[in-house]
């Protein structure tokens, strides 16, 4: 006889995966701590393997575990879908999407919009992570959807919408010649891809740079240059109008273009197929960029 799972403690997983410990998941679920172990126990019994190992003070999914958590997602994301659409609960169906800051004035709230529009009762979760995460949530099952840059040519991971220019930025003011010194670089911090860009490009060129700022906020770097701290690398897509392009003033070398791509979770919920397919139109409508 195959087993039936409870739907409370796959909710249980879930939440525990989500918040890196079960003991989190308790309280949010408003369950105790036994009961949660209680659940976990059972439903490794009806499995037939172990679904979770300890490490340090928490519990991490087997390989397993892995597979089974992101069954888990679907699972509970149906059910909650289910009883919306029969009007029967209290608990509203959530997705969950991720997005760089680059996005969050046009693409994000265009695609809120449009989602609310055919799903009024559902609960979006909107991440801004970092680009180098976003990916890998989506692996993992803890986004559902996202866009993401990537490296042109990188793998074959996602599906590219389009291709962007990377250019060299900086406030209109800062033109004065930079031969003479090191340029000084506003950076985002490590990992990125723009970052990575840069120094790859400069290194190449045999030209001097020195780290002026780093930071992991967009409006940081935004802010950085306009009060002329140094020059960054972005896209020009979302670009405020007192940031300029500003690499042949300077005589700085072209940068490779960089790939949009669109993401989404294995064993995605039809809330969450619907959700990629709003993000998709809404993003290729305000991005400029080769379409590919």
């Known amino acids: 006889m195959k087993p039936t799972f409870d739907i409370d403690a796959l909710r249980a997983v879930v939440a525990g995966t989500d918040l890196g410990s079960f003991a989190r998941a308790a309280i949010q679920l408003g369950r105790s701590q ?13 499995a037939g393997t172990q679904l979770f190992v ?7 999914p087997t390989e397993a575990g892995e597979a089974f958590v992101a069954y888990a997602r679907r699972i509970v994301a149906l059910n909650d879908e289910a009883a919306l659409a029969l009007g029967s609960t209290t ?3 959530a997705v969950r999407l991720g997005l760089p ?18 799903h009024d009762h559902v609960h979006v979760e909107v991440r801004a992570g970092e680009n180098h995460n976003l990916a890998e949530e989506v692996r993992t099952g803890r986004l559902d959807v996202a866009i993401a840059f990537f490296k042109s040519g990188a793998n074959d991971e996602g599906e590219i919408l389009c291709e962007l220019p990377m250019q060299w930025l900086a406030c209109e003011a800062y033109l004065q010649p930079l031969a003479e010194s090191p340029i000084p670089l506003v950076l985002f911090s490590h990992p990125c891809l723009f970052r990575q860009a840069a120094l790859a490009t400069l290194e190449q060129e045999e030209k001097r740079w020195r780290a002026a700022l780093t930071t992991p906020s ?11 701290l ?22 700085l070398p072209a940068l490779p273009p960089i790939e949009v791509r669109l993401l989404m979770a294995p064993n995605a ?3 969450a197929q619907d959700l990629s397919r709003v993000l998709r139109q809404e993003t290729l409508a305000r991005i400029g960029g080769t379409a590919r």
């Open 269 to 271: 919920s039809p809330l």
């Open 34 to 46: 036994s009961a949660i172990s209680m659940q976990l126990k059972k439903l490794e019994q009806q």
């Open 218 to 228: 967009l409006p940081g770097i935004w802010a950085a240059l306009r009060s002329g």
């Open 91 to 93: 608990t509203t169906a």
């Open 230 to 251: 140094g020059v960054g690398v972005r896209t020009d897509h979302g670009r405020p109008d007192d940031i300029a392009c500003v690499g042949p003033t300077l005589n």
């Open 101 to 118: 800051q680059d996005f969050f004035d046009d693409v994000m709230p265009a695609t809120l919009k449009a989602f609310a529009d055919a």
């Open 54 to 60: 300890r490490k340090g003070r928490g519990l991490v």
